[in-house]
């Protein structure tokens, strides 16, 4: 029994026949340092029975327990006004207005999908869908957040052939569109690709439900998919290192999707929760029956007890432990009002699903697993959920990164050939070209309210029945965080802001994904410090808080940390679906504006890392204020009716920003002719990455009174060129030097890159 | 004009047809797979999606669900049927269309706008567009390959029951506007009682201006409109 102070007095829970001893080893294995397991043991009081080990090597892993991710969370800023639910549920939800809350998160998958890539990426999908819906709310919209090695490389080319399909099967099934993301190439994440899957719900503000396990006596029901000996462990694995032998040992603990089941699954849950026959309702993701049950009492003051028998199983033989810690797919955990257990059943059978009472909720404090009436785990629930321990580290610095950020980059950039080519050549780099390879797998119009499909800054969904729209986009330069990881979070947050103000949408609030190397070592704690510090001051700047997330660490294979990738998922509401902006050129003859000052930082661009194969220099800085003051006055612009088209100016620089309006989706392409004074060398000019910057289009008759506003805003504003037919070609000049081609070589460069690659070389494993 | 949208496990389109038919004036309600008959419907509709998760093949499970004996009856007695991408797969799966719907060529699933043009303007679904009219209509689909035998496709383009073609901007029907592989650039064909239309394209997404077309309304009003006219 607990205490009042949460720590327990000894019961006694006699080993199970048949499982292991425990011994330091095995206490090893199961990811637990000496420390922590003597903390374990202080908890309990005792030993814990191997069962029990399990289920504490599941909930203090990195995965759930956040032990050395938490201190720094706390840093970030969680609260505004319309933030309804912030970070500690399935799903952080703000609201929206009309009487609409808007329930939203981003998760990753990265580990699953570095050793099978279609299951692991589409498992993704599966399971923040499933956050979406256990909050009430109905999920809208979908986007993915990737990150590969570079393409040259089969092996890559076979994760990301993999990982598209993975999700894109489970959403289109599911029936879910897919509105945008981001992919990235380089090789910074050659042995560890990055998948994370972000998923937007909308409800009606009183629908809202949270998983807190209340009312003493009532029934826990596990419902949806029996639980199978798929994925036992795969919180602890996700808080490894993978080795190069990964593949071959991890697949037991990838899982294994079925969106069929799912899309049945979210239709019963919502009818559930309409019901009012369920009080909380959980899904059963990382670390299954443990983790929802155990977060479920924890949340709600109370205990929970179950009998393992009772639990619906694909196969005889399961012992506790496996059960306990199966993350088998599309299962949820539901308390249910007591006495209406019959309710719950015809609403799951209607729905060809099954629902079994595996327990009850008690009062005692206790998270408590029977099998044929023994007891074989009994742990206070509180210290289990909340008692993980946290660490705060120390971090430096690497001195290798040092010395790439100090590179002389001069040398670098002169260019071979002309400038001309150099545009051809970002156009038809992966990181830049089109991703319509991508989302034309994905279906991006069901449910008819995209208003806004991927392709452009952020994808946006309507409200149906008001005039009102959600926007949502993920960003993360990670070579930017890599080089400087304050100032790379910051741009990644401001990235996403300008993203979300180019189709006309208010910032509101943000969803992270924290993928890192190994915390254990300095110099990669010092990246997580930084960028979250980063991260902190640009969102208490644009007043978009951090509602949730997700953590990923130990991204690393044989001893190679990714990138610092802290991918920033951002929402954004939109007043009057009829001022969503374009990101194209609409209309020949209209002037082209650039807002914001084109200072020429070139450290960690695309056109380094394309001529010289450098991920190196100083990276754009961010001024924070001035972000704001961009954002305003484009928010204002829009509402003013003065822009034609806006697009958010980041990877291959102004050049490709100008070239991207030019080309639009490739069915209505323009010609421009554009051109800028400043003293700048060219390269850095046309293709330097500097923060801070937007270009739009409006009719001339406008062009004064943008102008004016931005001015307003003190937000610096030029006309730097005209659109024109696509017959005149494109044209950018830099004092004496000059880019120009025509649209059909551009539209090949920057339409073909990707198939060409993909659709060609096989994409079997080499 | 009372509409019946079918619901199977797995469509997931249904809310989407439900709208569009609601949007053009119609009555329209769920009817679950489960349940028996249809009296009182004028119209019946099969959504898109993804019934029985496609599982065996597209449409092959949900075509033995209880209620296609009342869609099957429905169709013989005349009753205005459409099948929209899942929808057409039932609809070939049971029998009420010839041909069939095998994995897109590429062997990837698609999922753009496509370019429609209306072969045939006599019809239930088509009379409110002009003959040769081009239409600009989202796809979503693995399975919209349609193939059938050299005699089908004969019946089919002698009878002039092919009722929309994929074509390219200037309305050609060429390989290169063929997103699925589809003999003929078939994208939706009639019955020989041009009662039954199987389309694998999705108008009840091109209702709305707001969300990039409203070429697809003209399926719902017509259908609207013959019914309205047509004899008591």
């Given at each position: 029994m607990s205490k009042a102070d949460g720590t327990a007095t000894a019961t006694p829970v006699p080993p199970r026949a048949g499982d292991p001893e425990i011994t330091p080893e095995v206490v090893a294995d199961h990811g637990l340092s000496e420390d922590e397991y003597a903390r374990v043991c202080s908890v309990m009081g005792r030993e814990p029975t191997f069962t029990e080990l399990g289920v504490f090597s599941a909930m203090w892993s990195e995965h759930c327990?956040?032990?050395?991710?938490k201190r720094l969370l706390r840093l970030l800023p969680t609260r505004a006004p319309w933030v309804i639910q912030g970070p500690g549920e399935n799903a952080g939800v703000i609201d929206v207005g009309d009487g609409y809350a808007l329930a939203f998160k981003i998760e990753s998958h990265n580990h699953p999908s570095a050793v099978e890539p279609y299951q692991g990426s589409a498992t993704g999908v599966g399971g923040i869908l499933r956050d979406i819906f256990t909050m009430g709310a109905r999920p809208v919209a979908v986007l993915d957040s990737l990150r590969f090695g570079d393409l040259d490389s089969g092996r890559v080319r076979y994760l990301f052939d993999g990982v598209v399909k993975g999700v894109g099967d489970y959403g289109n099934c599911v029936g879910i569109p897919n509105i945008g993301g981001e992919v990235v190439f380089d090789r910074g994440y050659e042995g560890n690709p990055i998948v994370n899957a972000m998923c937007l719900g909308l409800m009606k503000r009183e629908e809202l439900i949270t998983a807190a396990a209340s009312g003493v006596g009532n029934p826990l029901m596990a419902v949806g998919a029996r639980t199978g000996r798929?994925?036992?462990?795969g919180a602890t694995f996700a808080s490894e290192e993978l080795s190069e032998d990964a593949d071959e040992s991890s697949r037991p603990q990838v899982q294994v999707g079925d969106p069929f089941t799912e899309k049945l699954l979210l239709e019963a849950s919502l009818e559930l929760i309409a019901s009012g026959a369920i009080s909380a309702i959980q899904d059963m993701g990382a670390a299954g029956i443990t983790s929802s049950a155990s977060e479920m009492a924890g949340r709600g003051g109370s205990g929970v007890e179950m009998e393992m028998t009772d639990v619906p199983v694909r196969e005889d033989g399961m012992t506790p432990y496996e059960i306990l810690l199966s993350e088998s797919q599309e299962r949820m955990l539901v308390v249910a009002e007591k006495g209406r257990e019959g309710e719950v059943h015809r609403i799951l059978e209607k729905w060809e699903l099954e629902a079994a009472v595996i327990g009850r909720v008690t009062d005692d404090g206790m998270f408590r697993v029977l099998e044929n009436g023994k007891v074989v785990a009994d742990i206070p629930a509180l210290p289990l959920t909340d008692g993980c321990p946290t660490y705060e580290r120390e971090g430096v610095e690497s001195a290798e990164i040092i010395g790439l950020r100090d590179m002389d980059l001069s040398e670098h950039l002169i260019p071979e050939g002309d400038l001309s080519k150099s545009l051809l050549l970002l156009l038809g780099s992966p990181n830049v070209a089109s991703k319509q390879w991508i989302y034309h797998q994905y279906d991006t119009t069901v449910r008819t309210s995209t208003a806004v499909r991927p392709g452009g800054d952020a994808g946006v969904v309507r409200i149906r029945g008001t005039q009102r729209a959600v926007a949502a986009t993920t960003d993360c330069n990670g070579r930017f965080v890599y080089l400087q990881p304050k100032t790379g979070a910051m741009a990644a947050v401001a990235e996403a802001a300008r993203n979300l103000v180019c189709v006309g949408a208010m910032p509101t609030a943000i969803t992270n994904n924290l993928n890192f190397g190994n915390p254990l070592k300095a110099h990669i704690y010092y990246q997580l410090r930084e960028a979250v510090l980063g991260m902190r001051d640009a969102c208490a700047a644009f007043e978009t808080p951090v509602t949730g997330g997700n953590v990923s660490l130990f991204n690393e294979t044989d001893g190679k940390a990714i990138y610092p990738t802290p991918v920033i998922g951002m929402v954004g509401v939109i007043d009057?679906?009829?001022?969503i902006t374009p990101n194209a050129f609409r209309n020949e003859g209209d002037d082209i504006v650039l807002l914001g000052e084109n200072t020429g930082e070139i450290g960690g661009s695309e056109y380094l890392y394309v001529t010289a194969a450098l991920v190196a220099g100083e990276p754009p800085s961010v001024d924070l204020e001035g972000e704001k003051r961009l954002q305003q006055a484009m928010l204002s612009l829009t509402h003013e009716g003065l822009v034609t088209a806006a697009h958010d100016c980041s990877q291959g620089g102004l050049a490709c920003t100008l070239a991207e309006m030019a080309l639009g989706d490739g069915e209505e392409p323009f010609g421009v002719e554009a051109g800028i004074d400043d003293e700048l060398r060219p390269v850095v000019s046309l293709f330097g990455e500097a923060q801070g910057r937007i270009v739009l289009s409006c009719n001339p008759a406008s062009t004064g009174a943008v102008l004016a506003s931005a001015e307003r805003y003190a937000v610096p504003a030029r006309k730097i060129g005209t659109v024109l037919g696509a017959d005149r070609g494109f044209t950018l000049k830099v004092r004496d030097a000059s880019v120009s081609a025509s649209l059909a070589e551009m539209t090949e460069a920057y339409f073909q890159a990707i198939p060409k690659i993909m659709d060609v070389s096989p994409t079997a494993e080499s | 004009m009372k509409v019946a949208v079918i619901t199977f496990p797995g469509s997931n389109c249904d809310h989407d047809l439900y709208k569009a038919a609601q949007q053009v004036g119609g009555d329209a309600s769920f009817v679950w797979h489960r349940e028996r008959g249809l009296d009182g419907f004028d119209v019946v509709l099969l959504p898109g999606g993804f019934s029985y998760g496609d599982y065996l093949r597209p449409g092959a499970i949900a075509r033995?669900?209880?209620i296609m004996d009342d869609v099957m009856s429905f169709a013989k007695a005349g009753g205005p049927v459409l099948g929209i991408c899942n929808g057409f797969q039932v609809l070939c799966e049971a029998g009420l269309l010839p041909g069939a719907l095998v994995r897109n060529d590429a062997l990837k699933f698609r999922s753009h706008d496509v370019r429609l043009r209306v072969e045939r303007v006599d019809t239930l679904f088509t009379s409110d567009y002009e003959l040769g009219q081009i239409l600009r209509v989202p796809i979503a689909h693995g399975d919209g390959n349609y193939e059938a035998d050299e005699e089908t496709l004969n019946a089919l383009e002698d009878e002039g029951r092919v009722v929309f073609r994929y074509v390219d901007r200037n309305g050609e029907a060429v390989e290169s506007a063929n997103p699925n592989g589809s003999w003929h650039n078939i994208a939706g064909i009639v019955n020989e009682s041009g009662n039954v239309l199987g389309m694998m394209p999705h108008p009840e997404r091109a209702m709305e201006e707001l969300l990039g077309s409203t070429d697809g309304v003209g399926v719902f009003t017509s259908m609207m409109n013959s019914l309205s006219t047509a004899p008591a």
């Open positions: 327990g956040y032990k050395n991710s798929d994925g036992i462990h009057d679906v009829d001022r | 033995m669900s209880p």
